[in-house]
Each structure stands twice: as C-alpha cells, then as structure tokens.
C-alpha cells in the first residue's frame, strides 16, 4: 500500500510517499507552503489523492522525555482535520529527532542554504516514513 507520511510545520510541511511494496520513502517536492491548518489538510488530503495513499502517517513531535506539548496538539488537531477529509485512516508517530536526521543527510549529501531549506521538511518527511515503514515490517498486522 501506498503511504503518506507528513512532517507538519508552522511555516512549512514536508511530505514524502512509499511506494506499494513498502519499502521506498521517497520525499514530495515543493513543500507546502501554506500556514492556515485547513489549507495545509486540503493540500495533505490532495496529495494522498494524486499518490493513491491508502493511509496516512503524521509526524507527532513529542518532547525528549515522551511527554507532549502544544505542538504535539496542534499534529494531533491537523491528523483529527486530515482523516475527516480525505476518508483515510491517519497515524500519528513519533518523529523525535528526525528533522536532525534529515540534515545530517543532507550535510553528508552538500545540500546547504536555499536548497536545504527547500527541502529540508520533506526529507524529514521521509525520515518519518522510514522509521514508521520499519516498525510497520516488524510488527505485522498492528495498528
């Protein structure tokens, strides 16, 4: 099954989407750019449409020691937004430490300045998708 994964910002948020065997997470460009939450949702809901995602995976931010915060509500406010939109089932998963990762990579791959921050969220996107496709073939049949 296709899967959308979605690293949701104040300013900017990244998507990334699988391919059907689950094993490619591949990062959406452009970003979206929008900040209003309902604008964001549409344009999550429009592309799970165009990548024929059967499910979506939210990136949740929560605080080093587990606890959630405001943002981790706000993640939770747009999931709630997304599933009653598009009909899909939405999945909220941790994304502690992914957006550092998804520098790192880019460092390791030269990517600094307009470039990176052109991408830099949907790369964190697929970080989040990664970790999340992982757990997903280690633990068949949970949700």
């Known amino acids: 099954m296709k899967i959308l994964a979605v690293?949701?910002?104040?300013?900017?948020t990244g998507l990334a989407v699988c391919d059907p065997s689950e094993i490619l997470a591949t990062p959406i460009k452009p970003q979206i750019e929008e900040k209003a939450m309902a604008k964001v949702a549409a344009k999550i809901c429009e592309a799970a449409k165009e990548n024929r995602a059967g499910l979506i995976v939210i990136g949740l931010p929560r605080n080093m020691d587990g606890t959630e915060g405001a943002r981790a509500q706000k993640s939770r406010k747009l999931g709630d937004m997304v599933a009653e939109m598009s009909g899909l089932h939405v999945r909220m998963w941790d994304e502690r430490q992914t957006t550092i990762t998804a520098a790192g990579f880019l460092s390791e791959s030269?990517?600094?300045?307009?470039?990176?921050?052109?991408i830099l969220d949907s790369v964190s996107a697929s970080v989040i998708l990664e970790n999340y496709l992982a757990w997903r073939k280690n633990h068949p049949g949970e949700e």
Do not use: E, L, P, V
């Not at 690293?7 to 900017?12: E, F, K």
């Not at 030269?110 to 921050?117: I, L, M």
């Open 110 to 118: 030269g990517t600094f300045g307009k470039k990176r921050k052109a």
């Open 7 to 12: 690293d949701y910002g104040d300013s900017r």
